[in-house]
């Protein structure tokens, strides 16, 4: 499956359940992306937006060290720099002092990042206005290589979320970015088919702790014992960590979901017929599962697939265990794709 096949507006919700940012999906509304069919449009002006917002609330400060020649005395004298340069001769003196700046680092990762995003030729003209208006009003603050250990350095306090929500947004254009060091020039790589299938599992995980409280979303300890009597100790660790995507819990039912983000989800020769190694894997987990945690219902599982060309809609019972196979439409209207996600667990 193609990620240029969903709505764009649904790409920009899969991304806000995806990274718990589902308060600032507001930042744009859905009529403003109408015509935006790329990711990098949908990005820009997401960015873009989220600029405006923040220069009207007001943009984080904070201190920065500095070192400047004076001629009176800030902060601290560094003696040694004085009198290395005979700065005293000229009646200065070199001090190091702390100044209130908005070129902090947060700021500087989102000005650079607009600044990325203005070497895309195929940059949608009416984004591309809107980005160049957002790096203009950032003025003042340095722009700066990025890379990976830069997005690593910011530290952020949980009440700052609208940052951090834009940050996630420059750390996906930074990771999808390639530019041509000689010419200057970028390019938007497509989302390949492991970025696809990690949003994919993110979005469900982020989907069902959200919208309801039925079930608890295992999302932290999806990992499962193997049922593993007789191995010596020395060689259990030569068995492969074993994690589900999904794990719903309550009093009277525990699904197993694995998310399976395939261009087709039936295989096999004769076709019509479930990918066997699915099936296997599924197996492998709420067999596991079923006798590692005994204590409560019995295990269900379900493979879930986005729909391609035709729904997938599968029953069995497998060694007694109940196994679903469906699908969500990820084409659709987003409110029946919310519903849809419900449904499946209702």
């Avoid at 820009?44 to 400047?68: H, M, N, Q």
């Avoid at 995003?117 to 949608?124: A, G, Q, S, V, Y």
């Avoid at 295989?267 to 894997?281: D, E, V």
Wanted: proline fraction near 3%; charge should be positive; glycine fraction near 6%.
């Amino acid at each position: 499956m193609n990620d240029r096949k969903i709505p764009i507006a649904n790409i920009y919700y899969l991304l806000c359940y995806a990274w718990n940012h589902v308060d600032e999906r507001d930042v744009v509304r859905l009529e403003e992306l109408e015509g935006l069919e790329k990711v990098h449009d949908l990005l820009g002006k997401v960015l873009a937006e989220g600029t405006f917002r923040l220069i009207r609330r007001g943009i984080d400060r904070g201190y920065r060290e500095l070192r400047e020649d004076l001629a009176g005395i800030r902060g601290k004298i560094a003696v040694g720099e004085t009198a290395k340069r005979a700065l005293l001769v000229r009646g200065q003196v070199a001090c190091d002092f702390e100044e209130l700046s908005h070129d902090v680092l947060h700021n500087r990762i989102l000005r650079s990042t607009l600044r990325s995003l203005l070497r895309l030729k195929d940059l949608h003209s009416g984004v591309r206005a809107q980005v160049r208006n957002a790096y203009s009003k950032l003025d003042g603050v340095s722009v700066v290589p990025l890379h990976s250990r830069l997005f690593r350095q910011v530290h952020i306090d949980r009440n700052r979320r609208y940052y951090r929500f834009l940050l996630s947004v420059c750390r996906l254009i930074h990771e999808q970015l390639l530019v041509d060091e000689r010419s200057g020039q970028a390019t938007f790589s497509d989302f390949s088919e492991e970025r696809m299938e990690k949003l994919y599992e993110d979005f469900i995980i982020g989907f069902y702790r959200r919208e309801q409280d039925r079930y608890r979303v295992n999302h932290r300890g999806r990992t499962i014992a193997w049922v593993d009597e007789g191995t010596p100790d020395h060689q259990r660790s030569k068995l492969p960590r074993m994690e589900a995507d999904v794990i719903l819990e309550a009093p009277e039912r525990r699904i197993i979901m694995d998310a399976k983000y395939y261009r087709e989800a039936f295989g096999g020769r004769y076709g019509g017929k479930l990918h066997s190694n699915n099936l296997y894997q599924l197996m492998a987990y709420v067999r596991n599962r079923e006798a590692t945690e005994a204590t409560g219902p019995k295990h269900e599982g379900i493979l879930l697939y986005p729909t391609v060309e035709a729904p997938v809609a599968a029953d069995v019972h497998l060694e007694g265990f109940p196994i679903r196979a469906r699908s969500i439409d990820l084409s659709q209207d987003w409110r029946n794709i919310h519903d849809d996600m419900l449904a499946l667990i209702a």
